[in-house]
């Protein structure tokens, strides 16, 4: 009999410590704020329930992008100008390190970098010989990645 209790008794602490780890999964404190900036996106938030390590948060933001086209002699040209929606990725990261870590929460706050072309052509202008200029971005979707240790712990869809 007391070997049946000795059981029961270790199934119970062995289930309650299981809830426990459970209820500190890592999670976001509610929902991360996001600032529109013209051709960059700013998000800013917090996630709670850390293991003590350095935190990497990424976000990796998708709109359209109006690109104004110069041609070589410095000039805008009329009927020239319009290289209509641009589809453009845009990516920015932070790393919270574990002395910054307040009690297992990260707050983060950072914004993407610029839109890059590798061409003018690829920006809509008629050629490479044009110099392409990002004017705004209209963001759509973003996803948010939490990592530590090379490991996602949370990836999350926001939509903008």
Do not use: Y
Not at 90 to 118: C, D, H, M, Y
């Amino acid at each position: 009999m007391r070997r049946f209790a000795s059981s029961i008794s270790v199934g119970i602490i062995l289930c309650s410590l299981a809830a426990l780890a459970m209820a500190a999964a890592p999670h976001l404190v509610g929902q991360p704020t996001t600032t529109d900036n013209g051709s960059t996106l700013t998000i800013a938030g917090s996630v709670m329930d850390l293991s003590p390590q350095d935190t990497k948060i990424e976000i990796v933001a998708n709109g359209i992008a109006n690109v104004t086209c110069t041609n070589p002699g410095g000039s805008e040209p009329a009927g020239q100008n319009k290289p209509g929606p641009v589809k453009v990725t845009v990516k920015g990261e932070q790393t919270v390190l574990i002395s910054e870590l307040v009690n297992g929460v990260a707050a983060f706050s950072f914004t993407t970098r610029e839109p890059v072309w590798t061409s003018a052509k690829e920006a809509g202008c008629p050629n490479d010989q044009w110099t392409a200029e990002t004017q705004d971005v209209t963001f759509k979707n973003a996803l948010l990645r939490v990592s530590q240790n090379g490991h996602t712990i949370i990836k999350r869809n926001i939509k903008l």
